[in-house]
C-alpha cells in the first residue's frame, strides 16, 4: 500500500468538520437526490431488454442488496476510519496505493459525473418530448440546445455555493418522491398487479437467454440506479460533522433501496416481459399508462423531469467537489483549487460543466441514447469503488488505524471490506469488452493531466513501478480499442 496521508480538513475533538456545514437531513437528501435520478423510470424496460425475467431479477436483486449493502459499508467504515480523508473517493484510493492510482479514482469519479449529467439530459428532454413532441427522444439539435442552457443555469446557481445549491436540492427531492409513491400507490390501491402475470414473467420464454445470462445483464442498469450512494462522502468536507457522512449514507441506502424493489417486483406483474422490452425510454411510463391510462404516463414523465432537474444539479455539485479536493489534497493540478468569493470551486465547476457540452455535441453526432451515456458512466465509476472497497479490505486485514474512538470494529471491515471488492471486480467482469474499451480509452488522456499537477508541485511523475505498468496497460489498450472501433470490428456504440 502506499503511505496513507492526513492532507485534508482539520475535524474537531468533537467531529465537527464544519460549523456551518450541511447537517444530516441535508446530507442524506443529497444521496437520495443522487441516486433517485432517471435509472428508476427506465430500470424495469433495461432489465427486461437484457432478457431478464421475474426469477432473474429477484437474485439480481438479492446480490444488489448485497453488494451495494457491503459497498454503502465501506465507504461509511471508512468516513469513520479515515475522517480527515475527505472527498474520500480520490483520497481513499491515494492513501492505500499511491498518488497515480488515487488520481485514476478521481478522474474515473469525475468522468462518472460528467457522463451521468449527458445521460440525465437526454433522458429530461426525451420525457418532455412525451409533452412537447418537437424534443423527439431527447437526442436531437433543439433538446441539445435547450440540455446546453439548463446545464449553465446550473453551474450557474453552483458558483453561488455549494451551500446554497444544496438547499435548493432538498425541495427538488422532496418534489420528485411524490410521482415515485403515486406510481406503488396505484398499483397496489387499483389492484392492477396480476399474480399471473408476475408468475409467467418468472422463468421466462423457451430459447431465451440462460438463467445466469439474465443476471449478469441486470448489473449495470442494477450499479447505474445505486450510483450516487456515495454522494455524502464525496462532499464530505462540506459537512457539519464527521457522524453525520456515514449516517447520510446508510439512511439514504434503506430509502432508496426499499423504494427501488418495491417499484421493479410491481412493475413485473403489469405487463409481460416482451412488451416491457419494447417500451419507449422511460418505461415506467409505458408500464403505468397501460395500468391506469394516459394519465399513467404524464404522472411519470412528470416525475422524471422532476427527479432530473434535481440529479443535475447534484451532480454538478458532485462533478466540481472531486476534482476540486484532488488538487487540495495533492494530485490534480493546482488550477483545480481555486474557489470564487462564495467558497464554490469555481475552476472545477466550469471544467466539468465543459466537459459535459462536450458530451452533449457528440451525443448528436452519434446519435447516442441515454442507455449509452448510462454504461459509460458505470464503466467510469467502477475504478473508484473497487479501489475504496480494496482500501477498506487491505486496512481491515491489516488491522491498520481501526482502534480509534469512532472506527469501525475489526470484523466489520474485514466482512465488509471483503465482500464490496469481490462485488466491485464481478460488476468490472460483467462490463465485458465493451466496458474495458470504453473506460481506457476515458482513461489514457488522464495521464496528460497527472502529470501537469505532478509537475506543477515538482514531484516525480509516475514514481511507483505499478504506476508505470497501469499507465502502460491503459495506453495500449485504448489504442487497440480505438482501432477495433474504427475498423468495424468491435464498435463501442
Known amino acids: 500500500m502506499g503511505q496513507e496521508r492526513d492532507t485534508a480538513v482539520d475535524v474537531g475533538s468533537d467531529g465537527i468538520i464544519?460549523?456551518?456545514g450541511l447537517d444530516l437531513f441535508r446530507l442524506t437528501m443529497m444521496v437520495i437526490t443522487a441516486s433517485i435520478c432517471g435509472g428508476i423510470f427506465s430500470l424495469a424496460g433495461d432489465m427486461a431488454a437484457g432478457g431478464a425475467n421475474s426469477g432473474a431479477v429477484i437474485v439480481s436483486w438479492a446480490i444488489c442488496f448485497i453488494g451495494v449493502f457491503a459497498l454503502m459499508m465501506v465507504f461509511n467504515g471508512l468516513s469513520q476510519a479515515r475522517p480527515k480523508l475527505t472527498g474520500g473517493i480520490y483520497a481513499y484510493a491515494a492513501a492505500g496505493f499511491?498518488?497515480?492510482?488515487?488520481f485514476n479514482s478521481a478522474w474515473g469519479y469525475w468522468i462518472s459525473?460528467?457522463?451521468?449529467?449527458?445521460?440525465?439530459a437526454l433522458l429530461l428532454f426525451s420525457a418532455l418530448g412525451y409533452f412537447f413532441p418537437?424534443?423527439?427522444e431527447g437526442n436531437n439539435v433543439l433538446s441539445i440546445v435547450c440540455a446546453s442552457i439548463f446545464l449553465w443555469i446550473l453551474t450557474f446557481l453552483v458558483t453561488r455555493g455549494v451551500k446554497e445549491a444544496a438547499g435548493i436540492n432538498v425541495i427538488v427531492t422532496l418534489a420528485k418522491l411524490v410521482p415515485l409513491g403515486l406510481f406503488v400507490l396505484s398499483i397496489v390501491l387499483?389492484?392492477?398487479?396480476d399474480p399471473a402475470i408476475f408468475m409467467d414473467n418468472f422463468w421466462g420464454?423457451?430459447?431465451?437467454?440462460?438463467?445466469?445470462?439474465?443476471?449478469?445483464s441486470t448489473m449495470i442498469a442494477l450499479v447505474w440506479v445505486f450510483t450516487g450512494i456515495e454522494g455524502a462522502v464525496v462532499i464530505s468536507g462540506r459537512a457539519k460533522y464527521v457522524k453525520d457522512v456515514g449516517r447520510a449514507t446508510a439512511l439514504g441506502f434503506i430509502a432508496v433501496f426499499v423504494l427501488y424493489l418495491f417499484i421493479s417486483l410491481l412493475s413485473l406483474g403489469i405487463m409481460p416481459r416482451s412488451e416491457m422490452a419494447d417500451l419507449a425510454t422511460p418505461s415506467m411510463a409505458g408500464i403505468l399508462e397501460h395500468a391506469i391510462g394516459p394519465v399513467g404516463a404524464a404522472v411519470v414523465n412528470l416525475g422524471v423531469i422532476l427527479s432530473l432537474v434535481g440529479a443535475m444539479l447534484g451532480y454538478v455539485i458532485i462533478a466540481a467537489e472531486t476534482p476540486f479536493e484532488a488538487a487540495r489534497q495533492g494530485t490534480f493540478p493546482l488550477a483545480f483549487a481555486k474557489t470564487n468569493k462564495q467558497g464554490a470551486p469555481i475552476v472545477t465547476v466550469l471544467v466539468s460543466s465543459g466537459i459535459t457540452q462536450l458530451f452533449l455535441i457528440l451525443s448528436v453526432i452519434a446519435a447516442s441514447t441515454y442507455q449509452f451515456f448510462y454504461s459509460c458512466a458505470v464503466n467510469t465509476i467502477l475504478i473508484p469503488y473497487v479501489c475504496s472497497a480494496a482500501y477498506y479490505m487491505v486496512i481491515g486485514w491489516k488491522n491498520e488505524g481501526l482502534d480509534g474512538p469512532r472506527a469501525p470494529k475489526l470484523w466489520v471491515a474485514r466482512l465488509f471490506g471483503t465482500l464490496g471488492f469481490i462485488y466491485t471486480i464481478f460488476l468490472v467482469w460483467s462490463t465485458g469488452l465493451q466496458g474495458v474499451m470504453i473506460t481506457t480509452i476515458l482513461f489514457a488522456p488522464a495521464i496528460v493531466v497527472y502529470a501537469l499537477g505532478e509537475r506543477g508541485r515538482g514531484k516525480a511523475v509516475l514514481p511507483l513501478a505499478h504506476d508505470k505498468v497501469i499507465a502502460v496497460v491503459v495506453v495500449v489498450v485504448a489504442v487497440i480499442s480505438l482501432y477495433l472501433h474504427f475498423a468495424g470490428i468491435a464498435p463501442i456504440v
Request: with cysteine; glycine share 20%.
Open 190 to 193: 387499483l389492484g392492477k398487479f
Open 134 to 136: 418537437a424534443f423527439g
Open 18 to 20: 464544519d460549523p456551518e
Open 98 to 102: 499511491g498518488d497515480y492510482v488515487g
Open 113 to 120: 459525473a460528467c457522463l451521468s449529467n449527458v445521460s440525465f
Open 205 to 216: 420464454e423457451p430459447g431465451g437467454p440462460s438463467f445466469g445470462e439474465q443476471v449478469v
